[in-house]
C-alpha cells in the first residue's frame, strides 16, 4: 500500500477520499519483471494479479523499489499533450517512480484520470489552489502565466515536510535516460545553471526551477518557505515576479540560509536552444533529460520535438474522453 503520509497528500489534493485508489501488497520475492499489461503470478502457492499501468508500464512493485520518491508535475489542458509525451517519454526508458501529476482545470483532470486509471505509478489530481483556464497561458499574460507557475511551490512544500524526496519537472521535458542516479549524494537542491561553468557555482548563478530534485532537508524546508513568502510578499506589493527569479535571487544571496546545490551538467540536462544546437553540432553527448525551457509557446515546443523524432503521442483532443 502507499504510506500513509502519501495517501494524506493525495486526499488533500483530490478533495474526496474516493479518490485514492487501493492495491495490494507484492509480496518480496515475488518475480514480476515480466512486460505483460496484466499478469497472474504465484507466491506461496498463493495467485494474485500485478497490473501495469497504461501511462507508466509499471507495476505496485517496480515503484515501491523506488521508496521515499515523488516526481511531481502540473500541467493545464493546453499543455496535456505535452505532458503525456513527457510521461510516454518516461515509460519507454523503463523508468517507475511513484509520480503525481496536479491538473489545474477541471477538463485537463478528467481526461488524465481516465488516461491513469488503475496504473500505480502515476496519480492525477485536481489542484485544491484554485483552477486555471484550460487554455494554453501565453507569457504575454503576465498575471496569469506567474500565478500559474507560483504555486507550484506549495505543492513541493507539501511533500517535503512529509519527508518525501521531490522531483519536480515541468511538463515539457524529454526523458532519455533514468535521471535519478545523479541525485546520490549530500545536497539540498539539485539543478542545472545556465551560466557558471559546470560545476562552479558564481554569484551569477542563473538555476531553473523546472527540474529540480529536493532532498527533505532543514535548508530545504527553510528555503522553500522563504521562497514561498517571497511570491507572497511581490503579489501583495503587486509586482510580478516569476518564480525562478525569486528564486535565484534568494539563492545567491543566501537568502534565509545557504543552500548546498548539487550542479547538473548541462551537456547531458540541457535546456532547449542548447540541445538543439548539441544536436546540430552532432555532439558526443549521452543527454539524460531535455528541457524544453526557452522555446516559448505550446505549438514551438511541439514542433521542436516533432523536428527531432521526440513527439511521441500523435493528436490529442478533448473529444476522446
Not at 485514492?20 to 496484466?38: A, F, L, S, T, W
Not at 501529476?101 to 485537463?108: F, H, L, S, T, V
Not at 506589493?237 to 527569479?245: I, N, T
Amino acid at each position: 500500500m502507499q504510506s500513509a503520509a502519501f495517501i494524506a497528500f493525495i486526499i488533500n489534493f483530490a478533495g474526496y477520499p474516493g479518490f485514492i485508489r487501493k492495491y495490494p501488497r507484492v509480496p518480496n520475492g515475488c518475480e514480476c519483471q515480466q512486460k505483460d499489461p496484466k499478469k497472474v503470478y504465484r507466491y506461496h502457492g498463493e495467485a494474485f494479479v500485478q497490473t501495469r499501468g497504461p501511462l507508466s508500464n509499471c507495476t505496485l512493485a517496480d515503484v515501491e523499489m523506488r521508496p521515499g520518491v515523488v516526481m511531481l508535475s502540473t500541467t493545464n489542458l493546453g499543455f496535456m499533450d505535452v505532458t503525456l509525451n513527457m510521461l510516454e517519454s518516461i515509460k519507454r526508458i523503463g523508468v517507475c517512480v511513484n509520480t503525481t501529476i496536479i491538473a489545474e482545470d477541471q477538463k485537463c483532470y478528467r481526461y488524465l484520470s481516465k488516461r491513469a486509471k488503475a496504473d500505480p505509478a502515476v496519480h492525477v489530481v485536481l489542484t485544491n489552489s484554485g483552477e486555471s483556464t484550460s487554455k494554453e497561458i501565453l507569457r504575454t499574460q503576465r498575471r496569469q502565466y506567474y500565478a500559474l507557475f507560483n504555486k507550484r511551490q506549495k505543492y513541493v512544500l507539501e511533500l517535503l515536510e512529509q519527508g518525501y524526496e521531490v522531483l519536480f519537472s515541468d511538463a515539457d521535458t524529454f526523458w532519455f535516460r533514468d535521471p535519478f542516479p545523479y541525485f546520490k549524494g549530500d545536497f539540498d537542491l539539485s539543478m542545472i545553471d545556465s551560466r557558471s561553468p559546470y560545476p562552479l557555482r558564481t554569484d551569477k548563478s542563473n538555476h531553473c526551477a523546472g527540474f529540480v530534485y529536493f532532498k527533505p532537508t532543514n535548508v530545504s524546508l527553510q528555503f522553500v518557505k522563504a521562497w514561498i513568502k517571497a511570491m507572497a510578499d511581490n503579489e501583495k506589493s503587486g509586482k510580478l515576479v516569476a518564480d525562478q527569479g525569486v528564486m535565484n535571487f534568494l539563492l545567491n544571496t543566501d537568502q534565509p540560509v545557504h543552500v548546498n546545490i548539487q550542479p547538473l551538467d548541462t551537456n547531458i540536462f540541457p535546456w532547449g536552444p542548447k540541445f538543439y544546437t548539441l544536436l546540430k553540432r552532432k555532439a558526443n553527448y549521452s543527454t539524460v533529460v531535455m528541457h524544453a525551457a526557452s522555446i516559448r509557446g505550446h505549438a514551438a515546443k511541439v514542433e521542436k520535438f516533432k523536428s527531432s523524432n521526440m513527439w511521441l503521442v500523435g493528436n490529442i483532443t478533448v473529444s476522446e474522453e
